[in-house]
């Protein structure tokens, strides 16, 4: 009775709540303003181009987020039950019995028992002493918690599926004399970031900076500072130690993308396109003649960003 009431409290949250499929509907009712937007900026591109990259590339990445989830078991169980059943251990245990225990709040499919960590579902244990009607609230909260994480996962992994087809699509439509020499790179590696950051972004429904941020941002220890980076004098990797090597493109690569996200931001429409179509055409013979041909072009000076900070 007690479960049947928890969950039926959480079906009616649910059916208000967002749905995974939300995510295909959405591309699905801006297709046609995507591709619109996209033939704009990459003239190299054709319409049969674009839907067939829809089609084959980015839908199967979106309908990630509205595969099925993976298990998760919620244990109805009191603080006492819990611990006694942590003192007799499970048939694999990954954590022993301690005195956070007293304090538990996760439990996930494996059973592994944890204080507060957000990759495991949050399951709340309600004390015995409060009201049936506040337990049963209490628990569909846990549970609602544990649904909106799961989809939350299950949307990050789409769109970084769907982000990442982006770059790769955007790439093959810019002009190959950007990737001949290193200190040229960053206007491809930039413009492929920041332009699939807008493309998600319009049909998403969130900011182009939040996807920004989510590639600008360092993981974990700083090794190399991007703002420290002369992108139109880099070092060689071929002098840098081979663990150093990754970490350091890396870094060139948040650069990249956060000048380029700068330079969209202030551009005219269509100065993507023309910007290439210039490119193309006088096929810069550095990253220095690249920066001049794309200030004169849109009226934007890259110079000072892509030197290392002040």
């Not at 009775?1 to 059916?15: C, G, P």
């Not at 067939?52 to 980015?58: A, I, Y």
């Not at 920066?291 to 002040?310: C, K, N, Q, Y």
């Amino acid at each position: 009775m007690y479960a049947s009431d928890v969950f039926a409290e959480f079906d009616r949250r649910r059916a208000a709540a967002k749905s995974p499929d939300e995510l295909i509907a959405r591309f699905s009712a801006k297709r046609e303003l995507l591709a619109t937007a996209v033939l704009k900026d990459l003239p190299s591109l054709t319409p049969s181009a674009v839907d067939l990259f829809f089609d084959t590339e980015v839908v199967p990445a979106l309908q990630a987020a509205a595969s099925p989830k993976s298990p998760q078991v919620f244990l109805l169980m009191t603080e006492k039950t819990l611990k006694q059943a942590l003192t007799a251990g499970w048939s694999t245990p990954s954590i022993q019995y301690h005195a956070l225990a007293d304090k538990v709040r996760v439990v996930d499919e494996g059973f592994a028992i944890v204080s507060d960590y957000p990759k495991y579902t949050y399951v709340e244990i309600k004390p015995t002493d409060a009201d049936y009607s506040s337990r049963v609230t209490s628990s569909a909260d846990a549970v609602m918690e544990a649904e909106s994480r799961d989809f939350a996962l299950r949307d990050a992994k789409a769109i970084a599926g769907a982000m990442t087809r982006f770059e790769t699509f955007i790439g093959r439509a810019l002009p190959p004399n950007l990737v001949a020499s290193a200190d040229k790179e960053w206007f491809g590696i930039g413009l492929r970031g920041a332009l699939a950051a807008r493309y998600v972004a319009l049909f998403h429904g969130d900011p182009p900076r939040r996807f920004v941020d989510a590639m600008v941002t360092p993981v974990g220890n700083v090794v190399v500072r991007a703002a420290e980076l002369d992108l139109l004098q880099p070092y060689p990797l071929t002098s840098l130690k081979p663990a150093y090597v990754p970490v350091h493109q890396d870094a060139r690569r948040r650069k990249s993308v956060a000048i380029m996200h700068h330079w969209l931001d202030r551009i005219e429409a269509g100065q993507v396109a023309t910007t290439l179509q210039a490119l193309d055409r006088l096929a810069p013979e550095d990253g220095l003649t690249l920066a001049r041909i794309v200030h004169d072009t849109s009226g934007v000076e890259l110079t000072a960003l892509l030197r290392p900070a002040r």
